[in-house]
């Protein structure tokens, strides 16, 4: 098949003030027309920007292309003029974006936003713009399109303003789509419908696309060639079957071992750390055993804020964020709790160490009951439950030093003398291997998995029972997420810790967790050992959750037909709602479902 | 809004109370003394005898019936004299603000196409002498080079008195030249505030996510930085003039003075030299009103620009 894209030799330069840095290095490879062809890599390994590139959209003065060419459709981009390029961009060559809440302007329609690009490149006058660009969203399901088109971005969710995106970049039938990572952000379930979608219409128009993911999941279910780089260059290339039947290049079989796949624990009754690339084959995977004395009871518990509305900002309504949720954590073990954002599955997490106060229910901590404390006493029972983030980029300050940052909570609490601070610190970070010589770094000076390690120094600290990780390796990449994940397991064997594991990420929860629960709309629709939740799902939505988990694996693909997600019902109710109480039954032993009405 | 007038209604009462000195001390003073008799005879017929409650209760109702007694001063009801100046204050305060806004966003949007560049460079360097020097300062030194060196606009005052017949626009004419110089030194300050504000935003929105999308969609140049970026940089430069505008009110007062502008701030320094109590009272209120005026107004600007704005 005709070349349509060929990279040859592309070389580009990054000016920093410590000088120029290579960010891409002798890169060369081609899209076919019609093809998907995958660049995957970690970040910062140069993907994104050879995108920018062949947008011509490098920002000015802080990149530039050195040496090499790109070919579109047997013009040399760089001989294009400005005007020349604006006339390809949208309309030749489009593009999609990872984070679909800042990717489209705040102040205009989604009707606006399509049609401009339409009216740009096609000549067409107001009417006949606004007209077609109701079909495309039609065309990308956006549900009432032509009622739709008058909304603006913040008043549609995070799956339907990528739509929106996806509707402006076909708009004009390019003959390439870029995509950069533009699923990364949504919750699994729109990833999947989004993935689906890009393939249909992908069939339906014959457009090529230049697909941009770090997730090798992803990568199984879109590609039909792949491109794996690692700092600024190609280390292998190959079809889609090729990369993962039989990886040749070291580091393309680090990121295939780095992530975890679905299924394969199933045959495993205990989580146990990941076999990383590197690693001696001799060293044994220890299964993480645990115990089965509770650690913490949660009852009934419930969580609702208030909606304030009105001149005189009375409560009208209220979320309905946690309802009626009960679950036990064993010593030494690991609860997961998985649903998709707005499940409440953060606010639970939250409502235990009372950052928001619950309504109503039990929290019972080892005995003492968390929710019925005085300041004083709750303020002691913190130190035995720590939380670490999800943004390990916002979650530290970025003034102070870590030395410090991971002393405050012992300060704070006062139960170290200061002649041992040093050396107690010191541990904290030989514990999650990190140099000692960090100590008197800043968090700017650190990646995003050493902040995270410090994060979790930061809530070790205190010799905690319970640590609430709350999506706290979504934001990482794979060999990152990999290494942090297994130092959370090592720990654990070490010093007997239980976890209340918050994400979204299935094959993450399958690797990590004993026992495992869903959440839909503030609800646990089901609850049980890990193994019976995967491998024997009974309530209809945990099916289709784990339907919609992208499997690394590019025989195991998808097609839009399996999935039908209905829209996430709105959680606020008016304050005369009053729920029906949640009952369960035992399905098998241990493993609890839902048969209240939860609104799925 | 009410409550804020209301506020500062029996705030102002407070402040001019507790000040020492009141108005019998002033006309016993311009009469060249007078014994105590007379002092407390001049105090009873200004009500200043009262109690204090009942001088404040007095003075919220008065106000809320838009009496604000008589000058002791002019010997005029405060009402009239504030609204035979009011427009005049009215036009410079509107001008100079539209006039900054437009300026200022202009040099903004100019010099955060090249943040870099000399452009920039010399925008920054316009605008820190804008902020930098003191109105009254600029305002002399224009009205030196305006009536000794370039006499081209007039200098002091707001029409002409040789001009007594004519049409609408011969008298609007005329009014815009005597308001040229008092405008322009009203809004040097103030565009200094708003490009420097622009610029910063303009660059912020420029980075975001949504620039690279519009540049992404093929659009001109001119109608990314026109349309996409600069309509989402303009809230802060709004949200700011807003908060401004009380120091433009009171950056008028100065003006006016300086050029004799015949508006509320000449009539307020007269007051204050002459301790006019009610006169200072009523522009206090007054200006307070078109403060809280100018922040609805703000508002709802805001609210039309941004659809999230909620008020």
Redesign the interface.
């Given at each position: 098949m005709e070349d349509l894209v060929s990279i040859n030799n592309l070389n580009i330069e990054a000016r920093t003030r410590a000088g120029t840095l290579k960010v891409v290095n002798d890169l060369s490879f081609t899209i076919k027309k019609s093809e998907t062809l995958c660049v995957v890599g970690e970040s910062g390994c140069g993907k994104s920007v050879t995108a920018l590139s062949l947008m011509s959209l490098l920002p000015e003065g802080i990149l530039k292309v050195s040496s090499g060419d790109i070919l579109f459709d047997n013009t040399n981009l760089a001989q294009l003029s400005e005007a020349e390029l604006e006339g390809i961009r949208g309309n030749e060559i489009s593009m999609i974006f990872q984070e679909p809440m800042t990717s489209l302007n705040p102040l205009f329609t989604a009707g606006e936003q399509v049609s401009e690009v339409i009216r740009r490149h096609k000549n067409l006058n107001k009417e006949k713009a606004w007209a077609s660009a109701v079909e495309l969203l039609d065309a990308v399901k956006i549900p009432n399109p032509d009622k739709r088109a008058f909304d603006y971005p913040f008043q549609l969710s995070g799956g339907q303003r990528q739509r929106v995106m996806i509707a402006i970049a076909l708009a004009c039938q390019p003959k390439i789509l870029i995509a950069d990572e533009p699923t990364t952000a949504l919750d699994v379930t729109i990833q999947a419908e989004i993935l689906a979608l890009i393939n249909m219409l992908k069939q339906e128009t014959g457009t090529a696309v230049m697909f941009i993911t770090h997730d090798m999941a992803v990568v199984a279910q879109m590609a039909d060639r792949v491109v794996v780089m690692h700092p600024g260059k190609k280390v292998e290339e190959g079809t889609v079957h090729e990369i993962f039947n039989n990886p040749q290049h070291e580091y393309t079989k680090s990121l295939l071992a780095a992530v975890p796949k679905l299924g394969e624990m199933a045959s495993k009754k205990y989580p146990e750390p990941m076999r990383l690339v590197g690693e001696k084959k001799t060293k044994a995977l220890k299964p993480i055993v645990g115990t089965n004395e509770p650690l913490l009871k949660v009852n009934n518990l419930v969580t609702r804020y208030p909606v304030k509305g009105g001149v005189l900002r009375r409560t009208i309504a209220r979320v309905h964020a946690v309802e009626d949720v009960s679950f036990t954590i064993m010593k030494g073990k690991t609860l997961s709790l998985v649903g998709e954002s707005g499940c409440g599955k953060s606010t639970v997490g939250r409502s235990l160490i009372r950052l928001v106060e619950p309504t109503s229910g039990n929290v019972n901590l080892d005995g003492q009951n968390i929710l019925s404390l005085n300041p004083k006493d709750m303020r002691e029972a913190r130190s035995n439950i720590q939380m670490v983030f999800q943004d390990p980029f916002a979650s530290l300050n970025p003034q102070r030093p870590l030395f410090d940052q991971v002393a405050e909570p012992l300060r704070n609490y006062g139960i170290v003398k200061r002649e041992v601070l040093q050396e107690k610190i010191g541990d904290l970070f030989d514990r999650v291997k990190l140099p000692r010589s960090f100590m008197q770094r800043y968090p700017h000076e650190l990646s995003g998995g050493q902040r995270q390690r410090i994060a979790i120094a930061r809530a070790l600290a205190l010799n905690p029972k319970l640590i609430i990780a709350d999506e706290a390796v979504s934001a990482l990449d794979v060999s990152v997420q990999a290494q942090v994940l297994n130092l959370m397991m090592e720990l654990q064997v070490d010093l007997g810790l239980s976890f209340l594991f918050i994400s979204h990420d299935m094959a993450v929860v399958e690797r990590v967790s004993h026992d495992v629960g869903v959440m839909y709309l503030g609800r646990l629709v089901e609850i049980g050992p890990r193994q019976a939740i995967f491998r024997n799902p009974q309530h209809p939505y945990t099916q289709d959750l784990l339907k919609a988990v992208p499997i690394a694996d590019p025989d195991k693909r998808k097609s839009e037909r399996e999935l039908n997600f209905k829209p996430l019902p709105s959680p606020i109710h008016d304050l005369t709602h009053d729920p029906a109480p949640s009952e369960y039954k035992e399905v098998a032993k241990n493993h609890y479902l839902l048969t209240t009405d939860c609104g799925y | 809004m009410l409550m804020v007038l209301l506020v500062v209604v029996v705030l102002n009462f407070l402040m001019l109370h507790l000040a020492p000195g009141d108005i019998a001390d002033t006309i016993a003073q311009t009469m060249g003394g007078a014994d105590e008799q007379d002092m407390a005879e001049l105090r009873k017929q200004y009500g200043l005898d009262q109690p204090f409650f009942i001088q404040l209760f007095n003075y919220v109702v008065k106000v809320a019936l838009l009496d604000f007694g008589q000058s002791h001063f002019y010997n005029l009801p405060v009402f009239d004299l504030i609204m035979e100046r009011f427009p005049a204050t009215l036009l410079l305060v509107f001008s100079a603000q539209i006039l900054s806004l437009f300026v200022g966003i202009l040099l903004g949007v100019y010099a955060a196409q090249n943040p870099?560049g000399l452009s920039s460079l010399f925008v920054n360097m316009f605008s820190l002498f804008g902020y930098a020097a003191p109105v009254f300062w600029t305002g002399i030194l224009l009205l030196i080079a305006f009536s000794l060196h370039i006499p081209i606009f007039p200098v002091s005052g707001m029409r002409d008195i040789t001009i007594e017949s004519g049409n609408f626009f011969v008298h609007f004419f005329d009014v815009l030249r005597h308001l040229f110089l008092p405008m322009i030194t009203l809004a040097s300050i103030f565009f200094a505030y708003y490009s420097r504000l622009c610029r910063a935003s303009m660059l912020e929105v420029l980075g975001?996510?949504?620039v690279?999308?519009?540049?992404?969609?093929?659009?001109?140049?001119k109608d990314v930085l026109l349309k996409?970026a600069l309509?989402?940089s303009l809230s802060p430069v709004i949200t700011f003039a807003g908060l401004s505008f009380s120091a433009v009110v009171s950056g008028a007062i100065l003006v006016e003075t300086v050029y004799s502008w015949p508006g509320l701030g000449t009539l307020a320094f007269n007051s204050i030299i002459s301790r006019d109590t009610p006169v200072l009272l009523g522009i206090l209120i007054f200006s307070t009103l078109m403060v809280t005026v100018g922040n609805l107004l703000t508002d709802l600007m805001l609210k039309a620009?941004?659809?999230?704005i909620k008020i």
């Open positions: - | 870099n975001a996510d949504f690279r999308t519009a540049k992404a969609k093929g659009l001109s140049k996409h309509k989402n620009l941004d659809p999230r």
